[in-house]
Nanobody
Framework: QVQLVESGGGLVQPGGSLRLSCAAS????????MSWFHQAPGKEREFVAV???????????YYADSVKGRFTIFTNTAKNAVYLQMNSLKPEDTAVYYC???????????????????WGQGTQVTVSS
């Protein structure tokens, strides 16, 4: 498994930006598929973004339709960290955001919780005026 610790959540006004960070330790970083999920109050946890490694440093990314064009997932291999840059935030983005790691996944399998064996504790993001 991988130990994951998120940070960077907070309160932001609509239209604002936040960057979430997830520090990873344990299993070799570049062997993991890294993703972000979120869980809004009263709802199930949902896929947000995933990064699949291309070689040792490249990243192929996919996003939920609701965040496409506004959110970006990227990594820093020197820091064993994955980030989620969130721009043009909307009130409906309010949720607890979780970082997750999987040994491997492909296609639609990367969009479901059961593909991931490691989770962070979550960080709250609130978008409100």
């Amino acid at each position: 498994q991988v130990q994951l610790v998120e940070s960077g959540g907070g309160l932001v006004q609509p239209g604002g930006s936040l960057r979430l960070s997830c520090a990873a330790s344990g299993r070799a970083f570049s062997t993991n598929t890294m993703s972000w999920f979120h869980q809004a109050p009263g709802k199930e946890r949902e896929f947000v973004a995933v990064g699949n490694w291309i070689g040792r440093t490249g990243l192929r990314t996919y996003y939920a339709d609701s965040v496409k064009g506004r959110f970006t997932i990227f990594t820093n291999t020197a820091k064993n960290a994955v980030y989620l840059q969130m721009n043009s935030l909307k009130p409906e983005d309010t949720a607890v955001y979780y970082c997750a790691a999987a040994k491997s996944c492909s296609g639609n399998g990367c969009y479901v919780e059961s593909s991931y064996d490691s989770w962070g504790q979550g960080t709250q993001v609130t978008v409100s005026s």
